[in-house]
């Protein structure tokens, strides 16, 4: 199983976007884990966000995209076009 990630800029509103996507067909997952988010960790350490703050970023602005074995190119521009159409104007 393979990922394709991107990083949204932190103005984008990552959950639109899903929701978006979503009415469009296009099924995506939140980015990276970052365990020092976690609740468990964050208290039993005492982290937060800006311990690692790259790690930080993409957890909270990181997308997954669809990236399959049979996605063929007309599923990859449908995904690409959805995304330059999203409400907030992401441009690959």
């Known amino acids: 199983m393979q990922s394709f990630i991107i990083v949204l800029d932190k103005s984008i509103d990552r959950k639109k976007i899903i929701e978006e996507l979503l009415e469009k067909g296009i099924q995506t ?7 020092h988010c976690l609740s468990y960790y964050k208290q039993k350490y005492n ?8 790690a930080s970023q993409l957890f909270n602005n990181g997308l997954v995209l669809p990236l399959y074995g049979k996605l063929v190119e007309e599923e990859v521009i449908h995904i690409s076009k959805s995304l330059k159409k999203a409400p907030d104007e992401i441009i690959l």
Do not use: C, E, V
């Not at 997952?29 to 365990?35: K, R, T, V």
């Not at 982290?47 to 790259?54: E, G, L, P, T, V």
């Open 29 to 35: 997952n939140l980015g990276a884990q970052a365990i």
């Open 47 to 54: 982290y937060s966000h800006a311990d690692f703050s790259n």
